[in-house]
Nanobody, 129 residues
Framework: QVQLVESGGGSVQAGGSLRLSCVASGYTYYNKRMAWFRQAPGKEREGVAG????????YYADSVEGRFTISRDNAGNTVYLQMNSLKPEDTAMYYC??????????????????????WGQGTQVTVSS
């Protein structure tokens, strides 16, 4: 089992920055995929960014490309989401997700909710105009 705990959400004005953290416990190996999703009221949960902890290209939704950066710590147990130039439309509950192992086609399905088996409780991000 993998437990995920997010932190770092809050309220910020448009143009500001926040950094979210997700600490994974229960599986401390690099061989896992982790991602950030978000869900705004009345909308579907959508993939924001994904990364294979063992290394490789990170993936981003078009809506956040160039503004958000996903990264991990050296131990491979914490994933960050650096969010810059925040917009009101970024307002949502942000969730961390994880799945064990590596998939050769991760680049084509990283944004799908069904690609992940473990989820955190979420952290709220509110961006005011």
């Amino acid at each position: 089992q993998v437990q995920l705990v997010e932190s770092g959400g809050g309220s910020v004005q448009a143009g500001g920055s926040l950094r979210l953290s997700c600490v994974a416990s229960g599986y401390t190996y690099y061989n896992k995929r982790m991602a950030w999703f978000r869900q705004a009221p009345g909308k579907e949960r959508e993939g924001v960014a994904g990364i294979y902890i063992g290394g490789g290209t990170p993936y981003y939704a078009d809506s956040v490309e160039g503004r958000f950066t996903i990264s991990r710590d050296n131990a491979g147990n914490t994933v960050y989401l650096q969010m810059n130039s925040l917009k009101p439309e970024d307002t949502a509950m942000y969730y961390c997700a994880a799945a064990l192992g590596r998939r050769p086609n991760y680049g084509s399905d990283w944004y799908l909710k069904d690609s992940y088996d473990y989820w955190g409780q979420g952290t709220q991000v509110t961006v005011s105009s």
